[in-house]
């Protein structure tokens, strides 16, 4: 899928199975945020108050209620 700079958008898992996707950003810089919560092994919804502050770095913004699981 294609989403606009700037667009909101989400994805659900909605399996016991963890979940791997594979995201292609450009113009590059974006994926320092994934670099960062990879190192850190940052967990939803356990880390959000430091994803929320990794994201900002990265001029991500997280909207709207966080999404139930299924």
Do not use: Q, W
Not at 11 to 39: K, N, Q, W, Y
């Amino acid at each position: 899928m294609f989403v606009p700079r700037g667009k909101e958008h989400t994805f659900r898992v909605v399996s016991d199975t963890p979940c791997r996707h594979l995201v292609i950003l450009t113009p590059g810089g974006f994926e320092g945020f994934f670099s960062e919560m990879a190192a850190n092994a940052y967990r939803i919804p356990e880390d959000m108050p430091a994803i929320a502050e990794c994201a900002a770095r990265y001029r991500l913004s997280f909207t709207g209620p966080p999404l139930e699981r299924a």
